[in-house]
């Protein structure tokens, strides 16, 4: 006897704790949804920081394209000058080819410093564009804006900056 009434007992528990889940999931999905603030570097938060116009946003929406298109150009490169460079070390395992495993690193090494001067440059230039179209209240805000989520100003533009960034010596050769 005492043995079913501590089954009773235990199905009473279960089921008790299996109640006050659906009750909890019932009640949970009947609440409002709390909004979820977006995120920093979102682009309609900042058109909203800046109180941008409808022209101005379609501006902002172009220069910023191009700069994602550049960036995605920068490292599917920087990929293929990985993937390269691991080729050739594999082919230079013995001790004797140690100095030509230094020079494929250093011209990779070349490669993505080259890759992340013109990643940075064309983002100064976005930066430089964006500023031009800004009124000086939404130019202010803007600077601010950069100061807090890049953590760096971009550097001045220069016209040349883009153009010293020259393809390696090996890269003009194989072509």
Same mark, same amino acid.
């Given at each position: 006897? !005492?043995?079913?009434?501590?089954?009773?007992?235990?199905?009473?528990?279960?089921?008790?704790?299996?109640?006050?889940?659906?009750?909890?999931?019932?009640?949970?999905? =009947?609440?409002?949804?709390?909004?979820?603030? /977006?995120?920093?570097?979102? /682009?309609?938060?900042?058109?909203?920081?800046?109180?941008?116009?409808?022209?101005?946003?379609?501006?902002?929406?172009?220069?910023?394209?191009?700069?994602?298109?550049?960036?995605?150009?920068?490292?599917?490169?920087?990929? !293929?000058? +990985?993937?390269? =460079?691991?080729?050739?070390?594999?082919?230079?395992?013995?001790?004797?080819?140690?100095?030509?495993? $230094?020079?494929?690193?250093?011209?990779?090494?070349?490669?993505?410093?080259?890759?992340?001067? $013109?990643?940075?440059?064309?983002?100064? !230039?976005?930066?430089? =564009?964006? +500023?031009?179209?800004?009124?000086?209240?939404? =130019?202010? !805000?803007?600077?601010?804006?950069? +100061?807090? $989520?890049?953590?760096?100003?971009?550097?001045?533009?220069?016209?040349?900056?883009?153009?010293?960034?020259?393809?390696?010596?090996?890269?003009?050769?194989?072509?």
């Amino acid at each position: 006897m !005492k043995r079913h009434g501590t089954r009773v007992l235990m199905f009473a528990v279960f089921a008790l704790t299996l109640s006050a889940g659906v009750v909890a999931g019932l009640l949970a999905s =009947r609440m409002p949804a709390k909004p979820v603030p /977006a995120a920093p570097a979102d /682009a309609s938060s900042l058109a909203d920081a800046l109180q941008l116009a409808p022209g101005q946003r379609e501006q902002m929406r172009q220069i910023w394209e191009g700069v994602r298109d550049t960036a995605n150009d920068c490292s599917t490169q920087a990929q !293929k000058f +990985k993937d390269q =460079r691991d080729d050739d070390v594999q082919a230079l395992l013995p001790d004797e080819k140690k100095a030509a495993y $230094r020079d494929i690193q250093q011209a990779y090494d070349t490669h993505c410093a080259a890759l992340k001067v $013109r990643r940075e440059a064309e983002f100064d !230039k976005a930066v430089e =564009r964006t +500023k031009q179209m800004l009124n000086p209240g939404q =130019r202010d !805000k803007y600077e601010q804006i950069l +100061k807090s $989520r890049v953590g760096r100003e971009p550097a001045p533009t220069h016209a040349t900056a883009h153009e010293q960034v020259a393809a390696p010596p090996e890269a003009a050769a194989a072509q």
